[in-house]
């Protein structure tokens, strides 16, 4: 019996802090984030619920260096959406942000590898953090009978099998 309140204590603080299933635009992280930067990772030391990383700038995107802390902090093995786990001697794009605890948070990151000199380009001069992006659920089937999103001139709606990379928003002016 006993065993059954841990379970149901588990079960009901993972669904309160579990995973987002909505789709991910990357605008809504790059807008989030006080910085964005290239890092080559120097060091990690892994914890239970953060893992901790030494890097090196590259490149700054968003943000200045004056304020880039030496430390960067990604969520762990046992957050309930998984680990940032980054690899040393491994170059990334880095999305974070001071957190009101005062740890540098990853928001999100790409393997340089995979980023594009559009990408950059994309990220440096053709989002607009002043528009607001509306995900229509009806067209993900999350809220069935859900009404369609009207366009506005202060939002634009992202498309049904949109892919988060391909595109910006810009308001409809």
Not at 46 to 51: A, M, P, R, V
């Amino acid at each position: 019996m006993e065993l059954m309140k841990y379970g149901s204590l588990l079960v009901f603080v993972t669904a309160c802090f579990g995973c987002d299933p909505s789709p991910k635009v990357q605008q809504d992280d790059f807008c989030y984030a006080n910085f964005v930067f290239e890092a080559n990772i120097t060091s990690r030391n892994i914890g239970e619920l953060n893992i901790e990383y030494g890097f090196d700038v590259q490149a700054i995107y968003k943000g200045t260096a004056d304020n880039i802390p030496s430390t960067l902090v990604g969520d762990g093995y046992f957050m309930s959406c998984g680990p940032q786990e980054l690899k040393v001697n491994t170059f990334y794009l880095i999305f974070a942000k001071h957190q009101s605890g005062g740890a540098f948070q990853i928001v999100d990151y790409y393997n340089m590898a995979n980023v594009k000199n559009t990408d950059i380009e994309r990220i440096t001069t053709k989002y607009d953090c002043d528009c607001n992006i509306n995900i229509d659920d009806s067209l993900y089937g999350y809220v069935p009978g859900a009404p369609k999103i009207k366009p506005s001139k202060e939002a634009c709606i992202t498309p049904a099998n949109y892919c988060p990379r391909s595109g910006f928003c810009r308001k409809n002016v």
